[in-house]
């Protein structure tokens, strides 16, 4: 309505007005003073046009069409608690009257539509509940297989301090400590696609191995790297490229994360590690499943190399063996910062001088 009111207009208008004898340049003292009177006849024109505006229903803001409707006897309704629709998994445990976060934003689970899908409901009247939507984070303990769950689709590497908690001023337990009381069972996995090995329930020595939840998430967070098939000659041949190929498959939440170059080493009969071969494996690549598998399908992981073994090393007997230390220089040599594959039945060597953590693939190769 006066957007063309603006303080150059204003000023130039009201410069016309003053007599050509008086001096009317920048910084002289008519100029001065009508600049200032432009900037607050320009503040007048702004405020004008907001009264004009909430003088009338159909351009008035709320707080003003509330006094308007207030003349006539009218009032608004209350505001309201949005209702959402929520999915959780796993399905089969019921998360009715629950409560969960979202940003700044509480809601609590009310009713039950499907397995797996409830209403729920803003615990702030207005809009405000509508504007907050993602992956709801719970206020209270929450079976520990929900948890799991959501730990796998997330991705995690590492826990922290927030997700050990108790409800506050009670004598409830922490939440780690029902992961420990909660059974979890290859069936359950299964049925909620979460990786597991075959003989991730059984001990050694053939017996059934009972595990929870607590178990579960500290064996499968962040990496699980197992070892499938390997494939080698019989005897190494010195002077020439020996082709292996080892498959793999990464059981844990998540991929490797900075760089760890993969390594054939051979080690001799008196413990030492005579020959370091360098692959192009690239452990960043090795995700648990294809991204946008709703199947989360294990990925299978193949290292291909030609080992070449030089012309100088001793023939005789030796070990063959993978080594993935870290990637930095400072941490390269200590065996702790390698990693060290999942199997039960694979034998993990270390040094004497602490330099290598080695996955011994074979304990008898022959180099001629």
């Not at 608004?76 to 629709?85: D, F, R, S, Y």
């Not at 009247?125 to 984070?137: H, K, S, T």
């Amino acid at each position: 309505m006066y957007e063309d009111q603006t303080y150059d207009i204003i000023l130039e208008r009201m410069m016309n007005r003053v007599s050509y004898k008086i001096d009317k340049r920048p910084s002289s003292p008519v100029y001065d003073l009508h600049s200032s009177t432009a900037i607050e006849f320009q503040i007048l024109y702004i405020e004008l046009e907001y009264l004009i505006k909430n003088s009338y229903g159909d351009t008035a803001a709320r707080e003003f069409l509330i006094l308007l409707a207030k003349d006539r006897g009218l009032s608004p309704e209350p505001a309201t608690k949005a209702i959402l629709q929520g999915e959780f998994t796993p399905t089969n445990i019921d998360v009715t009257g629950k409560r969960f976060n979202i940003g700044e934003i509480n809601y609590v689970v009310t009713e039950q539509i499907t397995p797996g899908t409830y209403k729920v409901q803003c615990e702030t009247e207005g809009v405000v509940g509508n504007q907050y939507l993602g992956d709801m984070i719970p206020m209270e303990y929450i079976d520990g297989l929900q948890t799991a769950r959501r730990l796998f689709l997330q991705h995690f590497t590492s826990l922290s301090v927030i997700h050990n908690y108790k409800e506050k001023n009670t004598k409830d337990k922490y939440s780690m400590m029902y992961w420990k009381e909660t059974p979890v069972s290859t069936e359950f996995l299964r049925e909620n696609k979460m990786p597991v090995s075959d003989g991730y329930f059984i001990r050694k020595d053939g017996s059934v191995a009972e595990r929870n939840v607590f178990d579960y998430i500290r064996d499968h967070l962040g990496y699980r790297i197992e070892l499938q098939e390997m494939t080698a000659p019989a005897v190494l041949l010195a002077g020439q490229a020996n082709p292996v190929e080892i498959s793999l498959i990464n059981r844990g939440f998540s991929t490797l994360f900075n760089e760890h170059p993969v390594y054939l080493v051979l080690i001799d009969e008196s413990g030492k590690v005579c020959h370091v071969a360098l692959t192009d494996a690239n452990v960043n690549d090795w995700q648990p499943y294809e991204t946008g598998d709703s199947s989360c399908t294990p990925l299978l992981h193949t290292i291909s190399t030609n080992l070449q073994i030089p012309l100088g090393l001793a023939k005789g007997m030796y070990r063959l063996g993978l080594w993935i230390p870290d990637g930095s220089a400072r941490l390269q040599y200590d065996n702790r910062f390698a990693i060290r594959c999942a199997n039960g039945d694979t034998q993990w060597w270390v040094s004497p001088d602490g330099k290598y953590g080695v996955n011994i693939l074979m304990n008898k190769i022959s180099v001629k």
